[in-house]
C-alpha cells in the first residue's frame, strides 16, 4: 500500500513540474508580464516625446515665431533693429548658511527693441 501512494505523489509532482517550472510555466509567464510592463512603460515615454517633436516639428513648419524664439534663445541670434545689452552682475559677496536669498554672479543678457518713433493712438 505504500508504494502505491508513492507512486500516487510520484505522479502527481510529474504532472505538476510542467505547469509550475517548465516552458510556458507559472514562473515564466510571471517573468513575462513584467517584461510586458515594462516595455508598455517605455513605449508610453516614447509615445510622448514623439508627440512633443512632432508638435515641435508642426510649429516650425507652419510659422516664424518659433523659428525665432529658437534662433534667440539656441543661437543668440539678434533683430536688425534690436540693441543688444550684456549685464554683468558683480561677484557674489560670501553668504552665511543661515542667510536667505538667490546666489548672483551669472551674466544676464537680453535683447531690447527700441522704441517705435510714431505715436499710434
Same mark, same amino acid.
Given at each position: &500500500?505504500?508504494?502505491?501512494?508513492?507512486? $500516487?505523489?510520484?505522479?502527481?509532482? %510529474?504532472?505538476?513540474?510542467? &505547469?509550475?517550472?517548465?516552458?510556458?510555466?507559472?514562473?515564466?509567464?510571471?517573468?513575462?508580464?513584467?517584461?510586458?510592463?515594462?516595455?508598455?512603460?517605455?513605449?508610453?515615454?516614447?509615445?510622448?516625446?514623439? !508627440?512633443?517633436?512632432?508638435?515641435?516639428?508642426?510649429?516650425?513648419?507652419?510659422? $516664424?515665431?518659433?523659428?525665432?524664439?529658437?534662433?534667440?534663445?539656441?543661437?543668440? &541670434?539678434?533683430?536688425?533693429?534690436?540693441? $543688444?545689452?550684456?549685464?554683468?552682475?558683480?561677484?557674489?559677496?560670501?553668504?552665511?548658511?543661515?542667510?536667505?536669498?538667490?546666489?548672483? !554672479?551669472?551674466?544676464?543678457?537680453?535683447?531690447?527693441?527700441? %522704441?517705435?518713433? !510714431?505715436?499710434?493712438?
Amino acid at each position: &500500500m505504500r508504494w502505491l501512494a508513492f507512486a $500516487f505523489v510520484t505522479l502527481i509532482a %510529474a504532472l505538476q513540474y510542467p &505547469m509550475w517550472l517548465g516552458k510556458g510555466g507559472w514562473l515564466q509567464v510571471r517573468e513575462l508580464d513584467r517584461q510586458l510592463a515594462a516595455q508598455r512603460e517605455g513605449n508610453a515615454a516614447l509615445k510622448a516625446r514623439n !508627440g512633443a517633436l512632432d508638435a515641435e516639428v508642426r510649429d516650425l513648419k507652419s510659422g $516664424f515665431e518659433a523659428i525665432e524664439e529658437r534662433a534667440r534663445a539656441e543661437l543668440g &541670434m539678434v533683430k536688425q533693429d534690436e540693441v $543688444f545689452f550684456q549685464l554683468e552682475q558683480a561677484a557674489p559677496q560670501p553668504v552665511s548658511p543661515s542667510a536667505a536669498g538667490p546666489v548672483q !554672479g551669472a551674466p544676464s543678457s537680453l535683447p531690447i527693441r527700441p %522704441a517705435p518713433s !510714431g505715436d499710434k493712438r
